[in-house]
């Protein structure tokens, strides 16, 4: 069984996805261990509720500084015996020394092709409205491992999506969703819950 924390911020859809693949027994060697939010009153919080997983907001806002912040959530993480933090939506920058601590254990969702449309300034609607922008007829989601940089970690897997006429960044934003993430990152999970990947 692998133990999982999920790292969320808003809606928490991806998190339905983990939790969908768990309770239809495609991922029937997952646990999720604890859910964490920095906002208060993340809907994703109250999907956790919803499915008995155990759920808790620890906001940077709440500490002194960075160090303390990510000091208590590692503390949170491993007091849960989580074996891999699974970001899905979060959208706090994690401090190196979180990322040192947690090698190979970090991974993240990112709404395109990588390396297309990443990086610093790169999340939420944004990277639909640049690609809609640059005109691209083709993006779609990728599951890496997090490294020190932003979008920079190892690819595990990507999903390509079309994008048709008329799109706007919110029409694109849902496809990519439906037809990408909800999909790649319950897979993933799979992959290293098998160990068919090298987490480390
Ligand atoms: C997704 O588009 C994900 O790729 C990005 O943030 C969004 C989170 O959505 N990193 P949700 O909270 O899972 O609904």
């Given amino acids: 069984m692998l133990n999982i924390a999920v790292l969320v911020s808003g809606g928490g859809t991806n998190l339905q996805a983990i939790i969908d693949s768990i309770e239809s ?19 994703a919080l109250e999907r956790a509720a919803k499915h008995g997983i155990e759920g808790v907001c620890i906001s940077p806002g709440s500490y002194e500084d960075r160090a303390d912040y990510f000091e208590a959530l590692s503390k949170e993480l491993k007091n849960a015996g989580t074996e891999l ?7 706090v920058v994690l401090s190196p020394g979180f990322v ?20 610093d300034g790169y999340y939420g609607l944004k990277v639909h409205e640049k690609a809609l922008e640059r005109g691209v007829k083709v993006t779609g989601a990728t599951v890496h491992f997090v490294d020190e940089g932003t979008d920079t970690g190892p690819i595990i897997l990507q999903k390509a999506v079309n ?14 969703m ?21 987490t480390g």
């Fill in 25 to 43: 027994g495609k991922l029937d060697n997952v646990r999720i261990v604890k859910v964490i939010s920095n906002k208060e009153g993340a809907y």
């Fill in 85 to 91: 933090i699974v970001l899905a939506g979060f959208l």
């Fill in 100 to 119: 040192r601590e947690w090698q190979g254990r970090i991974i993240n969702i990112h709404p395109s092709l990588i390396p297309s449309f990443c990086g």
């Fill in 163 to 176: 994008v048709e006429d008329g799109d706007t960044p919110e029409i694109l934003q849902k496809r990519v």
């Fill in 178 to 198: 439906e037809q990408a993430e909800w999909i790649i990152l319950p897979q993933a999970i799979r992959m290293i819950a098998d160990g068919r990947i090298k």
